[in-house]
């Protein structure tokens, strides 16, 4: 049975991305939500986990799955 929820280090593991990058994306605003489990403990639900999953999707697409402007080739 999977964990309800992860470490920084479980997330890390799980989503195949380094913790230097976790945190320089934490620091942007750009990490997955998280909530504080005692004194220095930060957990993130698999919940949250999935939704942030879902978001990197498509990365070199904009909102609703279009292109951004300029990816084409040039006429």
């Keep these: 049975m999977a964990k ?3 470490s920084i280090k479980d997330f890390c593991n799980e989503t195949g ?3 230097a990058l976790f945190y320089t994306m934490r620091k942007n605003g750009d990490a997955p939500a998280m909530f504080n ?3 220095k403990r930060v957990l993130i639900s698999r919940e949250a986990m ?3 999953v ?3 999707a498509f990365p070199f697409f904009g909102r609703g799955g279009k292109k ?3 990816s084409g080739k040039k006429a």
């Design 50 to 52: 999935e939704e942030w």
């Design 54 to 56: 879902k978001k990197q």
């Design 68 to 70: 951004r402007a300029g």
């Design 37 to 39: 489990a005692g004194n």
């Design 17 to 19: 991305i380094s913790r």
């Design 4 to 6: 309800k929820f992860l």
